[in-house]
């Protein structure tokens, strides 16, 4: 196995403390050791408590294609992770909710750091024919520590002390603090090092991770000379490229990535994970660790559907797999809703509360094979290689926004209405998949440098052309019907004449 595999697989360690975090943070929350602690608190606390990692992962992720591109992809990386060790520390030795809060929110301090920079690097390490496999390590290992929080929860439930919900923060702190020490050791972008001018380094950086040299200088000329570059030095430019995001030529592609990863949250994924055991309660799962056992399944789920997925993401289209996605989640949420708006959930009875049960599975199922891997990859693959890093930041942060906003009002939608959150999660699917339709062009198999290029050409760009086209000629033929058909035909007669007529021939001039 070629070393930028190795390389990938190591930093994707990153998605898995995430998965981690939204496996632990529902179960701890639910677990009587938890409540004993820090007691009883509303729904509005409850998603507080869950959320608080959100916002500042989500700020600070607008800043971290700025730091990835003044220190370095790793580097980053290791800043982020170690951030994140420092708040799942806090997390684990928190006396009040007024500790455990802040060391949740410098997790996400250090989460928004970590996350998005992972996936630009792995996305610039990879041939084009391998990076769709390749770069779906990440959502493969964050599917990987879903059900790994939900059974480490469920082992240390029966503990009979605070390290019962105090063990999986601990576990999670070493996991960042070795994803930090390690970091630095493993090779640089080398589209890193050309954008930093450090051509002596590029030909080392590709020999370790068993690149092809050649191919690469092939792709840097074939993309010809990068967008926006100018003559400021490579700090000032750094920082430029928050600004370069939304220049004409780049604003599409970055605001389509920061809808499409914001959409990723209000399919509605996260309310199922962070609230497992509470969707499983509602559903008729009464005991506590029959609500874990029943959320670990879940996890499990996801991460059996991903490893098929991760596989086959260049199989098939990224826009086709989104297409399809959007179909089957919305039909989930949608009969979901539907069955609790017409009270036909029994707690103890019936088969409404198991078809619940296993619609939540398909959900499930349908968002890790499709939306999970596509929307990602594709947030970094559509982006010029000049801002992919501050875009991709900006598709994170907002992703992390919605996912704060999910996480809070999940619990209040529960508390007052069984189906509300159901229906607003499909019919934010339905109108994501209406993007998609129109927006989204296909971006599979093809090398970065050149993805933006044939970005005009999507199917939104060439039908909106082709109704423009034929509105105006439309309107300008019957315009020539209605008001130019007399002096038309009077042409058309005088031409007529005119052809009857024998032309004279010209005298020559004297």
């Known amino acids: 196995?070629?070393?930028?595999?190795?390389?990938?697989?190591?930093?994707?360690?990153?998605?898995?403390?995430?998965?981690?975090?939204?496996?632990i943070i529902g179960p701890v929350t639910a677990m009587p050791g938890f409540a004993d602690s820090f007691g009883s608190f509303s729904p509005t606390i409850h998603g507080l408590i869950v959320s608080s990692i959100?916002?500042?992962?989500?700020?600070?992720?607008?800043?971290?294609?700025?730091l990835a591109d003044k220190v370095g992809r790793l580097n980053a990386i290791s800043i982020g992770a170690a951030i994140f060790a420092v708040g799942a520390v806090l997390e684990a030795g928190a006396l009040s909710l007024a500790m455990f809060i802040p060391g949740r929110a410098l997790a996400g301090v250090g989460e928004g750091f970590f996350l998005s920079t992972v996936v630009v690097?792995?996305?610039?390490?990879?041939?084009?024919?391998?990076?769709?496999?390749?770069?779906?390590?990440?959502?493969?290992?964050?599917?990987?520590?879903?059900?790994?929080?939900?059974?480490?929860?469920?082992?240390?439930?029966?503990?009979?002390s605070s390290y019962s919900w105090r063990l999986p923060f601990i576990l999670q702190a070493v996991l960042a603090a070795a994803l930090a020490c390690t970091g630095p050791f493993l090779p640089p972008s080398p589209r890193w090092l050309v954008d930093r001018g450090r051509t002596s380094q590029i030909g080392p950086a590709m020999e370790r991770l068993?690149?092809?040299?050649?191919?690469?200088?092939e792709e840097l000329e074939s993309a010809g000379p990068a967008t926006g570059d100018t003559n400021e030095p490579p700090a000032r430019q750094s920082?430029?490229?928050l600004l370069w995001v939304f220049r004409a030529d780049n604003r599409r592609q970055a605001f389509l990535g920061m809808f499409l990863m914001g959409a990723m949250q209000f399919s509605g994924i996260d309310a199922v994970l962070y609230y497992a055991p509470t969707v499983f309660r509602e559903a008729g799962l009464s005991s506590t660790q029959s609500t874990f056992l029943a959320s670990g399944i879940t996890g499990m789920v996801i991460f059996i559907s991903t490893i098929p997925a991760s596989f086959l993401s260049d199989k098939w289209g990224r826009r086709t797999s989104s297409l399809w996605g959007a179909v089957t989640m919305a039909f989930c949420m949608l009969l979901i809703g539907s069955l609790y708006a017409s009270g036909s959930v029994h707690k103890n009875q019936g088969a409404a509360r198991w078809i619940v049960i296993v619609?939540?599975?398909?959900?499930?199922?349908s968002y890790s094979i499709t939306w999970s891997i596509g929307f990602k990859l594709y947030v970094s693959e559509?982006?010029?290689?000049?801002?992919?890093?501050?875009?991709?930041?900006?598709?994170?942060?907002?992703?992390?926004?919605s996912n704060f906003i999910v996480a809070l009002?999940?619990?209040?939608?529960?508390?007052?209405?069984?189906?509300?959150?159901?229906?607003?999660?499909?019919?934010?699917?339905?109108?994501?998949?209406l993007v998609c339709l129109m927006y989204m062009p296909e971006s599979r198999g093809k090398s970065l440098q050149t993805i933006h290029r044939e970005f005009d050409e999507s199917l939104y760009v060439k039908v909106i052309r082709a109704l423009g086209r034929g509105w105006s000629e439309g309107r300008s033929q019957r315009g020539r019907v209605e008001v130019k058909e007399p002096k038309r035909m009077e042409s058309m007669e005088s031409g007529m004449s005119d052809v009857s007529k024998p032309e004279k021939a010209k005298e020559p001039s004297p």
């Open 359 to 365: 619609t939540i599975y398909l959900f499930t199922i």
């Open 210 to 217: 068993q690149l092809d040299l050649r191919q690469f200088q």
């Open 1 to 23: 196995m070629q070393n930028y595999i190795w390389a990938s697989l190591w930093v994707s360690l990153g998605g898995m403390l995430w998965g981690v975090d939204t496996g």
């Open 54 to 66: 959100l916002l500042p992962a989500a700020f600070t992720s607008f800043f971290a294609g700025h």
């Open 382 to 401: 559509i982006q010029p290689p000049q801002t992919r890093s501050a875009a991709s930041s900006l598709g994170q942060s907002a992703n992390w926004v």
């Open 239 to 241: 920082y430029q490229r």
């Open 409 to 433: 009002i999940t619990p209040i939608f529960l508390d007052y209405s069984s189906f509300g959150a159901y229906y607003l999660f499909g019919a934010s699917i339905v109108l994501t998949g």
């Open 121 to 160: 690097y792995i996305c610039e390490i990879c041939p084009p024919e391998r990076r769709g496999p390749v770069a779906s390590l990440v959502q493969l290992l964050t599917t990987l520590g879903i059900p790994s929080g939900f059974f480490i929860c469920y082992g240390s439930v029966n503990i009979k």
